[in-house]
């Protein structure tokens, strides 16, 4: 599986697997391409101590309508409470489209 990151000191895109350390060679943190869509969809930055939740559990779907972003805090804490709503709501969306 690979994704798009994004270099936060030199703004480079890559292609990156999971093994890739996501750091570029300057040493910085790559942005996961999760990030970067929620950033685009909500016209900000993603911000900090916050996370981008896969709400459908597809870690490689990245649509904005699949992507929450939340307090880590919260994401960690009771992730299945505070989600449950969103992931009902997709999950009935999506068996809504797929049709009969």
Same mark, same amino acid.
């Given at each position: 599986?690979? $994704? !798009?990151?994004?270099?936060? $000191?030199?703004?480079?895109?890559? =292609?990156? !697997?999971?093994?890739? !350390? ?10 996961? &391409?999760? +990030?970067?869509?929620? %950033? =685009? !969809?909500?016209?900000? =930055?993603?911000?900090?101590?916050? +996370? +981008? ?11 904005? &309508?699949?992507? #929450?972003?939340?307090?880590?805090? %919260? ?6 409470? $505070? #989600?449950?709503?969103? =992931?009902?709501?997709?999950?009935? #969306? %999506? &068996?809504?489209? $797929?049709?009969?």
């Amino acid at each position: 599986m690979s $994704a !798009t990151l994004q270099c936060k $000191a030199c703004g480079g895109l890559f =292609e990156a !697997t999971r093994s890739d !350390t996501q750091r570029c060679k300057r040493g910085a943190f790559y942005r996961g &391409e999760r +990030v970067l869509v929620w %950033e =685009e !969809t909500h016209g900000m =930055e993603l911000p900090k101590s916050w +996370v +981008v939740h896969h709400l459908n559990g597809v870690k490689d779907d990245n649509r904005p &309508e699949n992507l #929450l972003g939340l307090p880590r805090h %919260e994401h960690h804490s009771h992730p299945k409470e $505070a #989600l449950r709503p969103y =992931e009902a709501r997709i999950k009935a #969306l %999506e &068996e809504l489209l $797929a049709g009969p």
